[in-house]
Nanobody, 118 residues
């Protein structure tokens, strides 16, 4: 049974910072591509950042220069450091673990709310 548990969301003022954490249980972490997605009200879920098992990273244009994704294999965890937050960053943020190698899988966390408001 694989579980992804996010933490670190909350209310922050524009320009502030938050660090999201996602802890993965089970044996998949080492071979998983880990990602952070977000979904704002009335919008589709979108990929924010992703990190492969080898450490290669990808960022959406909206996250470049402000967000940083990292992973700690010893703790089976992935993090998203978010700086210079904007009101448009307000969304539920979801942790995702997947692989493109067979057998493929994808798992989601329950989500954590991030609200950027003064």
């Amino acid at each position: 049974q694989v579980q992804l548990v996010e933490s670190g969301g909350g209310l922050v003022q524009p320009g502030g910072s938050l660090r999201l954490s996602c802890a993965a249980s089970g044996s998949i972490f080492s071979r998983s591509r880990m990602g952070w997605y977000r979904q704002a009200p009335g919008k589709e879920r979108e990929l924010v950042a992703r990190i492969t098992s080898s450490g290669s990273t990808y960022y959406a244009d909206s996250a470049k220069g402000r967000f940083s994704i990292s992973r700690d294999s010893a703790k089976n965890s992935v993090y998203l450091q978010m700086n210079s937050l904007k009101p448009e960053d307000t969304a539920v943020y979801y942790c995702n673990a997947d692989t493109v190698a067979s057998p493929t899988y994808t798992y989601w966390g329950q989500g954590t709310q991030v609200t950027v408001s003064s």
